[in-house]
RNA sequence: CGGGGUGUAGCGUAGCCCGGUAUCGCGCCACAUUUGGGAUGUGGAGGCCGCAGGUUCGAAUCCUGCCACCCCGACCA
């Protein structure tokens, strides 16, 4: 009896070593490190901090790109591009940006190598660049530049340009997706006759991104505005949605930034207005990054792969059949090619899986660790029934159903699949979002049960510097739907009109 | 930059204290038998033991120097 349990253990121990992933309870960071490179999604790369995007990683960030390019395009905005490197004296010209971002720049000074003569390739020093350039860690001095010779009336106005692009920040630790030297992003910059137009504009970008990430990753956010501290550098207002990970830790999965009037004014991006009267224009920029992959993977996935959401999945669907010989699988395969046909028709995307070299078993795993939300098997005993066996990822059960109507259960399945790993995660959100109005309780909770607290903050920059320093919480924002209460502020006691919401975060 | 740790086959590792040309598992290749939850057997390929120097008849092992990476902290609109 003893040893039978012991070989289970053991069966389960090898099972666990093969796949190689370790569990999300043991090691929670190990465990989302462990996914990234065993569902394939990236590597680590030669160079520090910067990561590979393998192809099926690569393949989700094409469909993000893909929605999101059509919903800012819905709201009126065009593509352009800018230059990578940025002159170094632009960087200045704004005081908070420059002192937000020179500490992560990375510099280019040289534009050419040579051989040493023993050999070597080195830096020629004969080619230094006249003024350095910055590789962009985000290009709002760049574009406002730019942006000085397009505009000279209102009739200019708004300028509303967003570019797909990478960017380059030099952080000191770095995690696979969530935060990596290099990075792809799309960033909005737009440019206003008004105040009024920009705010519209910066929070109706918010709004997409909350459809966004709600709808397509199934992933819940709060929608806030930052509080001074955690600004954007440059903005007047950062609005963000945050979203909730499954280790109680809070992810910043967008930003929309107010600028004012700082970069017009920084870069003399002056128009005449409706009244003839010279005005500074106004700004937004907004951004969403690969960091949403990484939020997607920890948001969803258990310990025995990702569990991606259908919308967003690569392949939706996987057909593995079990066949003993040839003209079986022929069979198969004749049957398989109609459903095929049929799930195309309907945008669903399929993936046959018919290779000979692996068994089906080692399939099912591996389509499980990488995330497909339904997976059909069929063999000769479901042929002779006319059935397959259906299996879902997001709950891991698995039913037999008839290959009649099976391609409009399927669609159904999906939609279902999508919307239960939404609910799911709703419900963690809401379950781990908790009012707190004591510090004792705010402390204990972030060690005990972490995720948002919702807690009464008397305002100022200091009570929050304190309390981040005290327990690494950080207010993760000012929800924008916040209801007005009185209270006392956690740390000081002073008073406090609403809560805003606390985590440790990412 | 401070504290700690690790470098051995594609990956994960044993060997190091006590010197004699490297162990095991996964993966890879071939053949056969298999295929409804991660197959089995037989055979095979693959190693500047992080780099450089030293001690020694002989170094993965001992000594010196260097390099790289990882973890914790600092940092992270």
Known sequence: MAAAIIDAVLIQFIKYMSKG????????????????????????????GCMIIKPYGYSIWEKMQAVLDVMFKETGHVNAYFPLFIPKSFLSKEAAHVEGFAKECAVVTHYRLKNDGEGNIIVDPDAKLEEELIVRPTSETIIWNTYRGWIQSYRDLPILVNQWANVVRWEMRTRLFLRTTEFLWQEGHTAHATAEEAIVETEQMLNVYADFVENWLALPVIRGKKTANERFAGALDTYCIEALMQDGKALQAGTSHFLGQNFAKAFDVKFTNRENKLDYVWATSWGVSTRLIGALIMAHSDDAGLVLPPKLAPIQVVVVPI??????????????????????????????????????????????????????????????????????????????????????????????????IYQKALKFKTENTIEVDTYDEF????????????????????????????????????????????????????????????????
């Open 21 to 48: 992933v370790v569990s999300k309870e043991e090691d929670y960071s190990q465990w989302y490190n462990d996914l990234v490179i065993k569902a394939d999604m990236a590597e680590y790369s030669p160079v520090k």
């Open 443 to 506: 402390k204990r909770l972030l060690d005990e049960q972490p995720g948002f607290l919702s807690a009464h903050w008397d305002g100022t920059p200091e009570t929050e510097q304190q309390i981040k320093d005290e327990t690494k919480a950080t207010i993760r924002c000012i929800p924008l739907d916040n209801k007005q209460e009185e209270g006392k502020c956690i740390l000081t006691g002073k008073p406090s009109k609403q809560r805003v919401i606390f985590a440790r975060a990412y």
């Open 323 to 420: 066949y003993k010989h040839e003209e079986e699988l022929e069979n198969i395969a004749a049957y398989v090619k109609g459903l095929t046909a049929e799930l195309k028709a309907k945008n669903i995307s399929v993936k046959f899986d018919k290779r000979d070299t692996h068994r089906p078993g080692a399939k099912f795993a591996e389509y499980e660790l990488k995330g497909v939300p339904l997976r059909v098997a069929i063999g000769s005993r479901d042929m002779q029934n006319g059935t397959v066996e259906l299996a879902r990822r997001d709950t891991k059960t698995k039913e037999t159903v008839a290959q009649e109507g099976l391609s409009v259960k399927i669609e159904a399945l999906l939609e279902e699949i999508q919307q239960n």
